[in-house]
């Protein structure tokens, strides 16, 4: 069983779908660690409820992202991480963690790479009167979403859409797919090794 560490840094609605999945039997993975860059963030909660342990930081306090991301990597080591898992994590993350887990840092983007990278996805995709947006499932590297992509899901703008009910559509589409994208990549990775 693949163990993953998830690093995120609001209210955790994608880490509890994994949680669900993982619960159902559908996602053949332990949670062994979350990673939280907002100390007191809602996940931290979520987190505490399940005994899941919790590093939370706050980046400001570190004199670099070399600093903290070596503090996250002893921890990764510590509990036998196979991959991490970033759902609503809002930093780039750094060289530290890109070179010690190669392709095995996997994030969720609310828009169809390359379209709209980087933050307010869903208000970008909106603004720009898209007729079709989704959610990216992708490898991470060095630059801003532009790591190799493992999966995608497309969904309708429809004309009576808001920001809102758009965002709540998007919200939907993670929470279904996320978990079963890992679940399909940790399964062949399995079958490689």
């Given at each position: 069983?693949?163990?993953?560490?998830?690093?995120?840094?609001?209210?955790?609605?994608?880490?509890?779908?994994?949680?669900?999945?993982?619960?159902?039997?559908?996602?053949?993975?332990?949670?062994?660690?979350?990673?939280?860059?907002?100390?007191?963030?809602?996940?931290?909660?979520?987190?505490?409820?399940?005994?899941?342990?919790?590093?939370?930081?706050?980046?400001?306090?570190?004199?670099?992202?070399?600093?903290?991301?070596?503090?996250?990597?002893?921890?990764?080591e510590q509990y036998g991480v196979n991959y991490v898992v970033l759902a609503g994590y809002m930093r780039l993350i750094g060289e530290t963690l890109l070179t010690a887990?190669?392709?095995?840092?996997?994030?969720?983007?609310?828009?169809?790479?390359?379209?709209?990278?980087?933050?307010?996805?869903?208000?970008?995709?909106?603004?720009?009167?898209?007729?079709?947006?989704?959610?990216?499932?992708?490898?991470?590297?060095?630059g801003m979403d532009t790591g190799p992509i493992i999966a995608q899901q497309a969904l309708e703008v429809e004309d009576t859409d808001t920001p809102e009910t758009l965002?709540?559509?998007?919200?939907?589409?993670?929470?279904?797919?996320?978990?079963?994208?890992?679940?399909?990549?940790?399964?062949?990775?399995?079958?490689?090794?």
């Open positions: 069983m693949m163990k993953i560490a998830v690093f995120a840094s609001g209210s955790g609605s994608n880490f509890q779908a994994i949680l669900n999945e993982i619960k159902r039997g559908k996602l053949e993975a332990e949670v062994v660690l979350l990673v939280c860059d907002r100390p007191g963030a809602r996940v931290v909660e979520r987190a505490q409820k399940e005994n899941i342990p919790v590093f939370e930081f706050s980046p400001k306090e570190f004199s670099s992202k070399a600093a903290f991301e070596t503090l996250i990597l002893r921890q990764l887990c190669p392709e095995r840092i996997i994030n969720l983007h609310p828009s169809l790479l390359p379209a709209f990278p980087g933050k307010d996805a869903i208000g970008q995709a909106f603004r720009a009167g898209v007729k079709v947006t989704g959610i990216t499932i992708h490898f991470v590297d060095a965002a709540e559509k998007i919200h939907q589409l993670e929470h279904a797919h996320y978990p079963h994208v890992l679940q399909s990549l940790f399964q062949k990775r399995k079958l490689e090794v």
